[in-house]
């Protein structure tokens, strides 16, 4: 079995991305990484080349700065990676996103277990969304819980954005997502971590790809009712990137809940009332 890993990453030192943590963080496991480095403002692609890393092999390309539907150039920015891929799997995984040591073998073995079982065209992880400092994520509908990651690279795939994966069904006129079985891994996000600075110039940077205008982000306005604290231990990789804050975030206590945070707060209450889970999923469960 080969298992490919692929990014895409633009302007990753400026904007506070972890990226060679990211990279770092599975490249134990992977036989190639594909990184597609958007033509940058600072050092990001002359820090992956210093990784010298024979598993790595970079692609440089350029942003299409006209493409303003919906963040579809993300989309396309990680299909130039996924498409570059040579192995039975590609794992992708975002700039901010890191792997647990603790799960990397978990990862390959479950990639193998379904190599040869076509009802299995992707896999899952569960989430953890920290948010404001290391000691703190978020539990909410609002914030996928779990998510697949790892694609079979023998099917059609390709990507309306840079979250998730749409499939061709035979006649290629009808898309569906894909179906998949659980890693029993977590995938660690970060993004919401970095400083406020840091967050507000990715947002003037890039919320063009969406046509939407930039809105100042302020941490402390969020539902402090979503906010947890985190108990268990983070990647070796993300230990010396992280903030050395202490204790739980604190939201501001005025913050006004908007309607989609009351939204979130009511499908809390359905969820505990009725055992399920009710965040947005990009797959399908594998019948397995």
């Known amino acids: 079995m080969k298992l490919s ?3 895409f990453i633009k302007n990753g030192t400026l904007l506070g991305y972890p990226f060679i943590q990211s990279i770092s963080s599975i490249l134990p496991i992977v036989d190639e990484f594909i990184v597609n480095v958007g033509s940058s403002e600072d050092n990001t692609l002359a820090i992956i080349k210093e990784l010298n890393n024979p ?17 579809y150039v993300y989309g396309q920015q990680k299909m130039i990676a996924q498409f570059n891929c040579s192995g039975d799997w590609a794992f992708y995984l975002e700039g901010d996103e890191v792997a647990h040591e603790d799960d990397l073998d978990k990862i390959r073995e479950t990639c193998s277990k379904y190599l040869h079982n076509d009802k299995v065209e992707a896999i899952t992880f ?6 404001g400092n290391a000691n703190s994520y978020l539990d909410s509908p609002g914030w996928y819980r779990r998510e697949a990651r790892i694609i079979r690279n023998t099917i059609r795939s390709y990507a309306p954005d840079g979250l998730f994966w749409h499939v061709l069904t035979n006649n290629s006129k009808i898309c569906r997502y894909p179906y998949a079985a659980h890693s029993n891994a977590k995938i660690y996000h970060y993004g919401w971590v970095r400083s406020e600075e840091q967050m507000n110039l990715k947002s003037e940077k890039v919320q063009k790809y969406w046509d939407k205008a930039h809105k100042q982000i302020n941490y402390s306005e969020i539902d402090q009712a979503i906010i947890k604290e985190f108990r268990g231990t983070h990647p070796k990789v993300i230990q010396n990137w992280l903030p050395r804050e202490d204790g739980l975030f604190q939201a501001d ?14 499908l809390l209450q359905i969820e505990k009332l009725l055992g399920v889970e009710l965040s947005k999923k990009h797959f399908k469960q594998a019948k397995l």
Do not use: C, Q
């Open 5 to 7: 890993a692929f990014t």
């Open 55 to 71: 598993k790595i092999k970079v692609i440089e390309s350029s942003w299409n700065a006209n493409m303003k539907e919906r963040g």
């Open 126 to 131: 569960d989430y953890v969304h920290f948010y």
């Open 253 to 266: 206590p005025d913050h006004k809940l908007t309607k989609r945070e009351k939204k979130h707060r009511f």
